[in-house]
């Protein structure tokens, strides 16, 4: 058949816009499952984002782990990945920013967005689809990342509902944390450049942290930007969840209260910088 | 009529860059406006305006009488849209595309699915549905775009160059969908480098250049603005010119003009047929020897190159003001670009 078949037998009709939270609801999930279906024929991506947390917790805990004492154990490999994998489990969901980063610059560069924008769709959908994507993704890394730690020794000890509690808190902590990459992915309008931008200030903020290695060894004036660090009230919150805390819980006071002051971050976080990012798509749209 | 596109003053700069200076059109309901101009005249601008995607720095414009800066969201669910560069999710499958944009028009899924397998086979994409738009040539890419802007039936359609890298078959079928769309009542802003296509399709043409309409008519005033019919004569020698030319100025209807080294002879006039007859036997009387004669009509081009003044070679467009077409501003000064 050809267009020209088409003659009289157009059709379709015309719409009128629905509104409010179940519309933004509906469009975001649309968005959503474009941007999960993106994720199957580009699989690279995912196995990527696997491999690095991967290669962190083989050669932090073979290399480092023997070197690394953790208050209230000897170093040793066993000791330091216990103490190690909320740090990694945390490490990961928070770098899937530049996945959320990447993915909106490139969005944006790429004709699709007027598409989006000549919608009478919700102008957050965009961005919620694109984030519910990232966290699904994470989702699935964490449980791969997990299984993998299993075979080279990690133990949780405190059952499955406090191991449940744990991943809450990181995919929590991942999807405020691709509000920032959806905001640095709309600023920055390149890809390339967004991946970087994505990453770069991640490194001084996870290591600047109780994730790899204990505060206590790092120097005083150091020590409470690390702990009030949102990250390490995660990692805290994780490590004590996992029963991975070997010493007792560093006497400082988001430490002693991590999970409420992880939750407290998580939602800080992601509503400033949603409000920040759906501001400046609006704008960017026009 | 009412005017299902109006555009007032609309201004937008880029940095030092005009690219509005000022556009105003009016599109009646149930027509369709061809928008033509150089590359950089500011077609595109303009369509990005009008469909929400661009704010411009000043100006006015409704579609469907709803006002385009105070509510984006309402001229959204009025309007199908296809820019100038396809906007298509490469790693999606045809499908899944047309599937995409029908849920974000709030269609259920199931009727999603339906209209995108109807407008697959119209679009002759049936075959290649199931695979990604990444291995799409660039006019199935055009045509997959093209039916993402009809995915629903809007009563206002803005296509940025259309047929751009169409096939000639896929070109004239588009042709005709958009006939049909016309027909059954939506109103069309159409922009193309395509004067072929303009003259089909526009009941109303608006030339474009350096961020204003510089012209506005139907192609035949615009034709009739830009001069009439003329004669061309090539002569047999250099030497037959001034001849030539004496026997011819009884018919001229303005000043004869003359290329040396081609020995072409063009005579404004009116009167079709009949005149060129008239000359022929004139030129034969006087044995004046020629290697061809005609009577020639403006086209689109000689109009689009005459009025934005990107014409390099003389002759073809002398000025000639005796048009009723409604153009604002005649032809640029010759050999701009030269
Ligand atoms: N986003 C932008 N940033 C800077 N300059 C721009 C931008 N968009 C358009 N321009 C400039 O505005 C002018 C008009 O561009 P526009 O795309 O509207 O032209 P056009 O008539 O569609 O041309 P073409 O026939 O090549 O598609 C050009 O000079 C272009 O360089
Ligand atoms: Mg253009």
Known sequence: ?286 | MAAAIEAENLVKTFGDVRALDGVSLDVPEGTVLGLLGPNGAGKTTTVRVLTTLLQPDSGRATVAGVDVLKHPNEVRSLIGLSGQYAAVDEYLTGRENLQMVGELYQMSARDAKKRALELLEWFNLSEAMDRTAKTYSGGMRRRLDLAAALVVRPPVMFLDEPTTGLDPRNRIALWEVIETLVEQGTTLLLTTQYLEEADRLAHDIAVVDHGKVIARGTADELKRQIGGERIEVVVRAAGLVPEAVAALTPYAKGDPTVEKNTRRITVPVSGGARVLADAIRELDTRSIEIDDIGLRRPTLDDVFLSLTGHATEGGADEDEDGGAATARKGRRGQGKDA
């Open chain 1, 1 to 286: 058949m050809t267009l020209s078949d088409t003659r009289g037998a157009i059709g379709g009709a015309p719409v009128t816009p629905r509104r409010g939270v179940a519309a933004t609801a509906h469009d975001s999930w649309v968005v959503a499952k474009r941007n999960l279906r993106r994720m199957t024929r580009i699989p690279e991506i995912v196995v990527f984002g696997l491999m690095q947390p991967v290669m962190f917790v083989l050669l932090f805990s073979y290399v480092m782990g023997g070197a690394i004492a953790i208050p209230g154990a000897q170093p040793s490999h066993q000791t330091y990945i216990e103490y190690l994998m909320a740090g990694i489990f945390a490490q990961t969901v928070t770098f899937a920013v530049a996945g959320a980063s990447a993915g909106i610059a490139e969005d944006m560069t790429k004709g699709l967005v007027d598409r989006f924008r000549s919608l009478p769709m919700s102008r957050a959908a965009v961005l919620t689809g694109r984030t519910l994507a990232d966290l699904v993704q994470t989702a699935f890394i964490l449980v791969v990342l997990a299984l993998v730690a299993l075979l080279v020794g990690w133990r949780i000890h405190n059952g499955v509902l406090d191991m449940l509690a744990a991943f809450g808190l990181l995919l929590l902590l991942g999807y405020a944390f691709s509000w920032i990459g959806a905001l640095i992915g709309l600023s920055v309008r390149s890809p390339e450049a967004a991946t970087s931008a994505g990453l770069i200030w991640l490194f001084p903020l996870t290591f600047v942290s109780n994730a790899f290695v204990p505060v206590s060894s790092m120097p005083d004036w150091l020590q409470p930007v690390a702990y009030w660090n949102p990250f390490s009230a995660t990692v805290q919150a994780c490590r004590s969840l996992f029963g991975n805390q070997l010493g007792p819980v560093p006497d400082s006071w988001p430490m002693q209260h991590a999970a409420l002051v992880s939750v407290v971050w998580s939602l800080v976080i992601m509503a400033v910088f949603s409000w920040l990012a759906v501001r400046k798509y609006r704008r960017a749209a026009g």
